[in-house]
T-cell receptor, first 113, second 115 residues
Protein backbone atom coordinates (compact mmCIF):
# COMPACT_ATOMS: atom_id res chain seq x y z
CA UNK A 1 0.00 0.00 0.00
CA UNK A 2 1.34 3.41 -0.94
CA UNK A 3 1.92 5.77 1.96
CA UNK A 4 0.09 8.68 0.34
CA UNK A 5 -2.57 8.05 -2.29
CA UNK A 6 -4.22 10.41 -4.72
CA UNK A 7 -6.38 9.95 -7.76
CA UNK A 8 -4.19 10.83 -10.74
CA UNK A 9 -7.06 12.44 -12.65
CA UNK A 10 -7.36 14.45 -14.71
CA UNK A 11 -10.08 16.17 -12.75
CA UNK A 12 -11.90 18.49 -15.09
CA UNK A 13 -14.10 21.30 -13.76
CA UNK A 14 -15.65 24.33 -15.43
CA UNK A 15 -14.42 27.79 -14.61
CA UNK A 16 -16.09 29.14 -11.47
CA UNK A 17 -16.85 25.70 -10.03
CA UNK A 18 -15.46 24.11 -6.89
CA UNK A 19 -12.64 21.65 -7.42
CA UNK A 20 -12.30 18.94 -4.78
CA UNK A 21 -9.00 17.09 -4.46
CA UNK A 22 -8.60 14.14 -2.13
CA UNK A 23 -5.75 12.32 -0.46
CA UNK A 24 -5.46 9.37 1.93
CA UNK A 25 -2.44 8.34 3.94
CA UNK A 26 -1.44 5.14 5.65
CA UNK A 27 0.63 6.24 8.66
CA UNK A 28 -1.75 6.92 11.51
CA UNK A 29 1.01 8.76 13.36
CA UNK A 30 1.30 11.44 10.69
CA UNK A 31 1.04 14.92 12.11
CA UNK A 32 1.58 17.43 9.33
CA UNK A 33 -0.14 17.66 5.97
CA UNK A 34 0.55 19.83 2.97
CA UNK A 35 -0.78 20.66 -0.45
CA UNK A 36 1.55 21.71 -3.22
CA UNK A 37 0.75 22.99 -6.68
CA UNK A 38 3.06 22.12 -9.56
CA UNK A 39 2.76 23.71 -12.95
CA UNK A 40 4.21 21.80 -15.87
CA UNK A 41 7.97 22.26 -16.01
CA UNK A 42 8.09 24.03 -12.65
CA UNK A 43 8.96 22.98 -9.12
CA UNK A 44 6.28 22.38 -6.47
CA UNK A 45 4.89 25.41 -4.69
CA UNK A 46 3.41 25.17 -1.19
CA UNK A 47 -0.18 26.39 -1.07
CA UNK A 48 -1.58 25.01 2.19
CA UNK A 49 -0.47 23.32 5.38
CA UNK A 50 -2.76 21.80 8.00
CA UNK A 51 -1.92 20.23 11.31
CA UNK A 52 -5.19 19.63 13.18
CA UNK A 53 -8.57 18.16 12.38
CA UNK A 54 -11.09 20.38 10.68
CA UNK A 55 -10.97 23.03 8.01
CA UNK A 56 -8.38 25.67 7.24
CA UNK A 57 -9.20 28.41 4.79
CA UNK A 58 -6.85 30.66 2.84
CA UNK A 59 -8.47 32.74 0.15
CA UNK A 60 -10.09 30.44 -2.40
CA UNK A 61 -8.41 27.39 -0.88
CA UNK A 62 -9.72 25.24 1.98
CA UNK A 63 -7.84 22.29 3.37
CA UNK A 64 -9.76 19.68 5.34
CA UNK A 65 -8.21 17.10 7.64
CA UNK A 66 -9.78 14.05 9.23
CA UNK A 67 -7.15 12.08 11.11
CA UNK A 68 -9.58 9.37 12.19
CA UNK A 69 -10.29 8.59 8.55
CA UNK A 70 -6.69 9.34 7.49
CA UNK A 71 -8.01 11.70 4.89
CA UNK A 72 -7.04 15.17 3.76
CA UNK A 73 -8.66 17.21 1.03
CA UNK A 74 -8.26 20.50 -0.79
CA UNK A 75 -11.17 22.55 -2.06
CA UNK A 76 -10.61 25.28 -4.61
CA UNK A 77 -13.53 27.66 -4.91
CA UNK A 78 -14.26 29.74 -8.00
CA UNK A 79 -11.77 27.70 -10.01
CA UNK A 80 -9.81 29.60 -12.64
CA UNK A 81 -7.98 28.34 -15.71
CA UNK A 82 -4.78 29.44 -13.98
CA UNK A 83 -5.49 26.79 -11.32
CA UNK A 84 -4.86 24.10 -13.93
CA UNK A 85 -1.89 22.21 -12.55
CA UNK A 86 -0.94 19.05 -10.71
CA UNK A 87 -1.75 19.13 -7.00
CA UNK A 88 0.48 17.10 -4.72
CA UNK A 89 -0.51 15.95 -1.27
CA UNK A 90 2.40 15.54 1.15
CA UNK A 91 2.60 14.08 4.61
CA UNK A 92 5.20 14.21 7.33
CA UNK A 93 5.27 10.66 8.62
CA UNK A 94 7.85 11.26 11.35
CA UNK A 95 8.99 7.68 10.79
CA UNK A 96 12.21 7.11 12.77
CA UNK A 97 12.57 10.84 13.18
CA UNK A 98 12.53 11.52 9.49
CA UNK A 99 11.59 15.10 8.80
CA UNK A 100 11.23 14.97 5.04
CA UNK A 101 7.82 14.80 3.38
CA UNK A 102 6.30 11.85 1.58
CA UNK A 103 4.43 12.88 -1.54
CA UNK A 104 1.46 11.39 -3.30
CA UNK A 105 1.51 10.90 -7.03
CA UNK A 106 -0.53 14.04 -7.62
CA UNK A 107 -3.91 14.89 -9.15
CA UNK A 108 -3.97 16.78 -12.41
CA UNK A 109 -6.62 19.50 -12.40
CA UNK A 110 -7.97 21.00 -15.59
CA UNK A 111 -10.19 24.07 -15.32
CA UNK A 112 -12.16 24.58 -18.49
CA UNK A 113 -12.84 28.22 -19.52
CA UNK B 1 10.40 31.72 2.38
CA UNK B 2 14.06 31.52 1.44
CA UNK B 3 15.47 31.97 -2.05
CA UNK B 4 16.82 28.60 -3.19
CA UNK B 5 19.04 28.59 -6.26
CA UNK B 6 20.07 25.50 -8.13
CA UNK B 7 22.71 25.10 -10.81
CA UNK B 8 22.60 23.90 -13.50
CA UNK B 9 18.94 24.38 -14.35
CA UNK B 10 19.26 21.79 -17.07
CA UNK B 11 21.92 19.72 -18.75
CA UNK B 12 22.33 17.00 -21.31
CA UNK B 13 24.85 14.39 -20.26
CA UNK B 14 26.52 11.40 -21.78
CA UNK B 15 26.13 7.92 -20.37
CA UNK B 16 28.86 7.05 -17.87
CA UNK B 17 29.66 10.61 -16.87
CA UNK B 18 28.94 12.36 -13.58
CA UNK B 19 27.32 15.70 -12.87
CA UNK B 20 27.25 17.81 -9.73
CA UNK B 21 24.22 19.93 -8.89
CA UNK B 22 24.62 22.86 -6.57
CA UNK B 23 22.01 24.25 -4.19
CA UNK B 24 22.50 27.65 -2.57
CA UNK B 25 20.08 29.11 -0.02
CA UNK B 26 20.06 32.78 0.89
CA UNK B 27 19.70 32.05 4.62
CA UNK B 28 20.87 29.40 7.03
CA UNK B 29 18.58 26.38 7.16
CA UNK B 30 18.73 23.34 9.37
CA UNK B 31 16.92 20.84 7.20
CA UNK B 32 17.87 20.29 3.57
CA UNK B 33 16.75 17.46 1.33
CA UNK B 34 17.30 16.20 -2.21
CA UNK B 35 14.38 14.80 -4.18
CA UNK B 36 14.09 13.26 -7.61
CA UNK B 37 11.14 13.57 -9.94
CA UNK B 38 11.23 11.19 -12.88
CA UNK B 39 9.17 12.04 -15.97
CA UNK B 40 5.46 11.94 -15.19
CA UNK B 41 6.08 10.82 -11.63
CA UNK B 42 5.86 12.31 -8.19
CA UNK B 43 8.70 13.27 -5.90
CA UNK B 44 10.96 10.66 -4.35
CA UNK B 45 13.29 11.52 -1.51
CA UNK B 46 16.91 10.68 -2.26
CA UNK B 47 18.54 11.79 0.98
CA UNK B 48 18.71 14.25 3.82
CA UNK B 49 21.79 16.45 3.54
CA UNK B 50 23.35 16.75 6.97
CA UNK B 51 25.65 19.66 7.72
CA UNK B 52 29.11 18.46 8.62
CA UNK B 53 28.33 14.75 8.39
CA UNK B 54 27.35 12.07 5.91
CA UNK B 55 23.97 12.33 4.26
CA UNK B 56 21.14 10.02 5.28
CA UNK B 57 19.99 8.04 2.25
CA UNK B 58 16.58 6.55 1.57
CA UNK B 59 16.05 2.96 0.59
CA UNK B 60 17.18 2.43 -2.99
CA UNK B 61 19.69 5.27 -3.00
CA UNK B 62 23.37 4.84 -2.16
CA UNK B 63 26.25 7.18 -1.51
CA UNK B 64 28.39 5.81 -4.32
CA UNK B 65 25.74 6.74 -6.86
CA UNK B 66 24.51 9.99 -5.27
CA UNK B 67 27.28 11.51 -3.16
CA UNK B 68 26.09 14.58 -1.27
CA UNK B 69 28.04 17.31 0.42
CA UNK B 70 26.82 19.93 2.84
CA UNK B 71 29.73 22.00 4.09
CA UNK B 72 27.58 24.66 5.78
CA UNK B 73 23.98 25.66 6.51
CA UNK B 74 23.43 27.44 3.19
CA UNK B 75 24.96 25.15 0.57
CA UNK B 76 24.78 21.56 -0.64
CA UNK B 77 25.75 19.56 -3.69
CA UNK B 78 24.35 16.37 -5.16
CA UNK B 79 26.41 14.38 -7.63
CA UNK B 80 24.81 11.89 -9.97
CA UNK B 81 27.57 9.42 -10.75
CA UNK B 82 28.12 7.11 -13.71
CA UNK B 83 24.88 8.24 -15.28
CA UNK B 84 22.57 6.08 -17.34
CA UNK B 85 19.40 7.08 -19.22
CA UNK B 86 17.39 5.92 -16.18
CA UNK B 87 18.88 8.86 -14.27
CA UNK B 88 17.11 11.32 -16.54
CA UNK B 89 15.03 13.27 -14.04
CA UNK B 90 14.46 16.55 -12.36
CA UNK B 91 16.54 16.82 -9.20
CA UNK B 92 15.15 19.16 -6.57
CA UNK B 93 16.79 20.73 -3.57
CA UNK B 94 14.38 21.52 -0.75
CA UNK B 95 14.64 23.17 2.64
CA UNK B 96 12.64 23.79 5.77
CA UNK B 97 12.96 27.47 6.57
CA UNK B 98 10.63 27.74 9.55
CA UNK B 99 11.49 25.19 12.23
CA UNK B 100 8.73 22.89 13.50
CA UNK B 101 6.39 23.63 10.59
CA UNK B 102 7.65 20.88 8.31
CA UNK B 103 6.95 23.17 5.36
CA UNK B 104 9.29 22.35 2.51
CA UNK B 105 10.31 24.92 -0.07
CA UNK B 106 11.89 23.88 -3.33
CA UNK B 107 14.53 25.19 -5.64
CA UNK B 108 13.76 25.54 -9.32
CA UNK B 109 15.08 22.07 -10.04
CA UNK B 110 17.80 20.70 -12.27
CA UNK B 111 16.55 18.81 -15.31
CA UNK B 112 19.04 16.19 -16.43
CA UNK B 113 18.80 14.27 -19.67
CA UNK B 114 21.19 11.35 -20.08
CA UNK B 115 21.83 10.12 -23.61
Amino acid sequence: QKEVEQNSGPLSVPEGAIASLNCTYSDRGSQSFFWYRQYSGKSPELIMSIYSNGDKEDGRFTAQLNKASQYVSLLIRDSQPSDSATYLCAVNTLDTGRRALTFGSGTRLQVQP
Amino acid sequence: SAVISQKPSRDICQRGTSLTIQCQVDSQVTMMFWYRQQPGQSLTLIATANQGSEATYESGFVIDKFPISRPNLTFSTLTVSNMSPEDSSIYLCSVVTVPNTGELFFGEGSRLTVL
